[in-house]
T-cell receptor, first 111, second 115 residues
Framework: GQNIDQPTEMTATEGAIVQINCTYQ??????LFWYQQHAGEAPTFLSY????GLEEKGRFSSFLSRSKGYSYLLLKELQMKDSASYLC????????????FGAGTTVTVRA | DAMVIQNPRYQVTQFGKPVTLSCSQT?????MYWYQQKSSQAPKLLFH???????NEADTPDNFQSRRPNTSFCFLDIRSPGLGDAAMYLC??????????????FGQGTRLTVV
């Protein structure tokens, strides 16, 4: 089965940096995804990691360590519009390549 | 330019009255998924289609069914909605199962209310 854990809530100030951690235990591994979900809306794709290391995309970066079953999403220069839920998802190649999600981390950005 | 379209955005149905949610995609993706997401919870996979091959999750209640008449469309049928079925239902697609760098694209979701 799959077990994906991430903190429930985080609060940060506009312009600051926030790091959202995700740990996972899955039977197989074929990539880790981060999605952003604003309240009442569908998740939108942010980043993808399949090899160890850091992937940078503008203000957002994502890191993966497969041996530790660990990832983080780093949000820099926070803006008010970054207030949303951030979902960590793992694709499991031993389970039909299905995508399993964590419960999400709600980030609140304050002025 | 929405690529995965769900209709309707909001659906109210009566307890026990069958309801159908629809999803269409313009991406020509092989895989279509249906997820159920309740407030502050992770999206939960109900089932998915790989082309015409239907794959049900072991813990998906029999009350939930799906149809995929062609590549572009997929339907979620709830035969007898209960109050516990009120949730956001998300449709997603991906190009294929085994390709890396293939994220899932989500529709806007249908928020179902059962009265």
């Amino acid at each position: 089965g799959q077990n994906i854990d991430q903190p429930t809530e985080m609060t940060a100030t506009e312009g600051a940096i926030v790091q959202i951690n995700c740990t996972y235990q899955t039977s197989g591994f074929n990539g880790l995804f981060w999605y952003q979900q604003h309240a009442g809306e569908a998740p939108t794709f942010l980043s993808y990691n399949v090899l160890d290391g850091l992937e940078e995309k503008g203000r957002f970066s994502s890191f993966l360590s497969r041996s530790k079953g660990y990832s983080y999403l780093l949000l820099k220069e926070l803006q008010m519009k970054d207030s949303a839920s951030y979902l960590c998802a793992v694709r499991d190649d031993s389970n039909d390549y299905k995508l399993s999600f964590g419960a999400g981390t709600t980030v609140t950005v304050r002025a | 330019d929405a690529m995965v379209i769900q209709n309707p955005r909001y659906q109210v149905t009566q307890f026990g009255k069958p309801v159908t949610l629809s999803c269409s995609q313009t991406l020509n993706h092989n895989v279509m998924y249906w997820y159920q997401q309740k407030s502050s919870q992770a999206p939960k996979l109900l089932f998915h289609y790989y082309d015409k091959d239907f794959n049900n999750e072991a813990d998906t209640p029999d009350n939930f069914q799906s149809r995929r008449p062609n590549t572009s469309f997929c339907f979620l049928d709830i035969r007898s909605p209960g109050l516990g079925d009120a949730a956001m239902y998300l449709c997603a697609t991906s190009r294929d199962r085994g390709f890396q760098d293939t994220e899932a694209f989500f529709g806007q979701g249908t928020r179902l209310t059962v009265v």
